[in-house]
């Protein structure tokens, strides 16, 4: 069975400042990684995938993740947050084929003062 | 493009009855759609995966007599929940992927459901 860590449930930072959310998973096989993130009152809308090819993975919004396989890490980072990143972020995965379900982390609140 | 809506956003029902939840993918067919259910300040859970024109495969712990899933067509899967309890009580979240394969999930807006 698959499982996803999220290190932090709750980081608050001020504007301008670096962002890294850590996400653990586990599982045995071929993975797909993903980051969502869920704005206040908003639906989850996907940040960035990972299926094969270079760990290096950009997103919008600024956003990227890396790959590190050897960890079962996909941690999310930002260069420089603004107030509008305000919000929760989930990491998830599902097997190799793609097809299934995703696994959730518990999730990360997001919380970036002016 | 690929949007995901769900009907009702909000219910309140009366405990023993029946609610019906739909899921519609407005901008594209997806043969495969999946249902989440997400607890307040936790994070989501897979409840089942719904396929158009075959049976819903459950994730285990979940009652598929309780959880009735149909999807009968490439843009639209229903959610019932049958006699309806207090600890149903949920935010019910349905997904579907566009590709099917290795694809991405699109997210509906979800539901809240609440019973008295």
């Known amino acids: 069975a698959q499982s996803v860590s999220q290190h932090n449930h709750h980081v608050i930072l001020s504007e301008a400042a670096s962002l890294e959310l850590g996400c653990n998973y586990s599982?045995?096989?071929?993975?797909?990684l993903f980051w969502y993130v869920q704005y206040p009152g908003q639906h989850l809308q996907l940040l960035l995938k990972?299926?094969?090819?270079?760990?290096l993975v950009k997103g919008i919004k600024g956003f990227e993740a890396e790959f590190i396989k050897s960890k079962f890490s996909f941690n999310l980072r930002k260069p420089s947050v603004q107030w509008s990143d305000t919000a929760e972020y989930f990491c998830?995965?599902?097997?190799?084929?793609?097809?299934?379900?995703?696994?959730f982390g518990k999730g990360t609140h997001l919380i970036i003062q002016p | 493009g690929a949007v995901v809506s769900q009907h009702p956003s909000w219910v309140i029902c009366k405990s023993g009855t029946s609610v019906k939840i739909e899921c519609r993918s407005l901008?594209?067919?997806?043969?495969?759609m999946f249902w989440y259910r997400q607890f307040p300040k936790q994070s989501l859970m897979l409840m089942a995966t719904?396929?158009?024109?075959?049976?819903?495969?459950?994730e285990q712990g979940v009652e598929k007599d309780k959880f009735l899933i149909n999807h009968a067509s490439l843009t639209l899967s229903t959610l019932t929940v049958t006699s309806a309890h207090p600890e149903d009580s949920s935010f019910y979240i349905c997904?579907?992927?566009?590709?099917?394969?290795?694809?991405?999930?699109?997210f509906g807006p979800g539901t809240r459901l609440t019973v008295l």
């Open positions: 998830a995965v599902n097997s190799g084929g793609g097809a299934d379900g995703l696994t």
């Open positions: 599982y045995g096989g071929t993975v797909n």
């Open positions: 719904s396929n158009e024109g075959s049976k819903a495969t459950y």
């Open positions: 901008d594209f067919q997806a043969t495969t």
């Open positions: 990972y299926f094969s090819g270079d760990p």
């Open positions: 997904s579907a992927d566009p590709s099917g394969r290795r694809g991405t999930q699109y």
